[in-house]
């Protein structure tokens, strides 16, 4: 005894989808839309006109601008997080300093790959200039974290720090507990 099983009522309505429901509203249809029904399955494609070399070359720098200015844009969340994470030497403030001279380092030694796919016979002068921006963002982010590290003290900065025969300054102030 073989009852049938008939399909359940989603799968008999994505083989045969519901007739189009006339609009019966007196909002009008947005500009370029057309909520009538194609009266035919062949409808008219709109074929779109392949931009000009110029129009290319001007996409392909205003792209190249925001892959040179993506370094400048991250750079207040990693100045924030330089400065929560204190000025002593913990593991948090040690990977917060190697990532902040990491990723512009490795930004610069690959600005080239970075800026080929924008680059073309036509535009060549104005990918430079990008990627001169490019470089003077990247150095801005190495230079937080120069200031990251000068912050925390690791830059030698005083005579003591680079002649073996000078001695450390002495304290001269001292604070007493008074009772």
Do not use: C
Request: charged share 20%; net charge positive.
């Amino acid at each position: 005894m073989a009852a049938s099983i008939t399909p359940p009522t989603w799968a008999t309505e994505l083989s045969s989808p519901p007739a189009h429901k006339q609009k019966h509203s007196s909002i009008p249809d947005p500009p370029g839309y057309s909520s009538s029904a194609p009266s035919n399955k062949k409808e008219k494609r709109v074929v779109r006109e392949q931009p000009s070399p110029e129009e290319m070359d001007t996409l392909k720098v205003k792209k190249a601008w925001e892959v040179a200015l993506a370094p400048i844009k991250s750079l207040p969340m990693t100045a924030i997080m330089m400065y929560m994470s204190g000025n002593s030497l913990q593991i948090f403030s040690i990977m917060m300093v190697f990532m902040a001279f990491k990723n512009p380092i490795m930004g610069i030694l690959s600005t080239n790959t970075a800026f080929e796919r924008f680059e073309s016979e036509t535009n060549k002068a104005k990918v430079l200039q990008v990627k001169v921006v490019y470089v003077v963002m990247q150095l801005v982010a190495l230079a937080l974290g120069l200031w990251k590290i000068n912050g925390m003290g690791l830059l030698p900065t005083t005579r003591s720090d680079w002649l073996a025969w000078e001695v450390a300054r002495e304290v001269r102030d001292r604070a007493v507990v008074g009772v």
